[in-house]
């Protein structure tokens, strides 16, 4: 077993984008050159020496080798030492860690990202991974919610993804006279504007948790079934390992058993959701 899910792996940061004031996208690689060789939907525990370590979801795709990307929010004493690091600082890694989006069995499939908030974080790395394999995937449509507009992350990558027609935003409020042409409301407002096929979709949630009931009865509502719905919980998540019981959600361990689940799986499990 690789020991790195139990000693940090030095990293390097090789590049550093503010992308808002409580937001920073971190590019790493490792010293010793290595790939992360993570799959969408997966996280790594982030070290830093004196502080701690925190985990922290993988925002690029798996088709970028040399280097991933991570998206930290300073919210917390690690998080907000991570989020002031310089290109050049060293950091250590462990991971990854945890079950991420299985991409052979998305294969062939129409896929449906719903992301709120931060939750546009570990839906990029399988964006991307979607995009690099094209061919292997069915139609793909993105819709990104926030509470205001100057909340939105990735906004250059936005603007890309608008240009092919694959997503759609919206904005929970709106200042008066804020420059705004997308839709206003909450998330679930956008979901009976697209057009899809029930029966092939498959739809991929990833935000705070009081946007999953919402989301998924209006899923329901348009006929997609429990088994074609993935969440990802990630929620209280600590060591990585299964050990500390700090994710652990009725002898379901967040960190080892997901973060992404099946609906089908865990829609009658007390406090998942």
Known sequence: ?????????????????EL???????????????????????FVEV??????EAPISVASSPTKKESF????????????????????????????FGKGFDTEFLKGKDLLF????????????LIYYVLNNSSDFGQMTILYGCKEPH????????VDWADRGIIHLTADRVAPGEHWYHNIGVITTLVNKVDF??????????????????V??????????????????????????????????????????GPVFNYQEIKNLPEAL
């Open 69 to 96: 990307e991570l998206c930290v929010r300073a919210v917390g004493n690690v998080t907000k030492a991570i989020h002031n690091l310089k290109t050049g600082d060293k950091i250590g890694i462990r991971g990854p």
């Open 1 to 17: 077993m690789d020991g790195s899910i139990y000693l940090p792996v030095p990293a390097i940061i090789k590049n550093k984008q």
């Open 151 to 158: 909340e939105l992350l990735f906004k250059d990558e936005l």
């Open 114 to 125: 719903i992301c709120g908030g931060l939750g546009i974080v570990p839906l990029r790395s």
């Open 216 to 257: 998924i009865l209006s899923l329901n509502e348009r006929k997609i079934p429990d088994d074609h719905i993935f969440v990802s919980l990630e929620r209280r998540m600590k060591c990585g390992l299964g050990k500390c019981g700090h994710c652990q959600i009725n002898g379901v361990y967040v960190c080892r058993d």
């Open 20 to 42: 808002t004031h409580r937001e920073t996208l971190l590019e790493i690689a490792f010293l010793d050159d290595r790939p992360l060789g993570h799959m969408p939907g997966q």
């Open 47 to 52: 070290s830093f020496l004196g502080i701690g």
């Open 197 to 214: 096929d029930p029966a092939n979709i498959y739809a991929l949630i990833v935000g705070p948790p009081i946007m999953y009931k919402f």
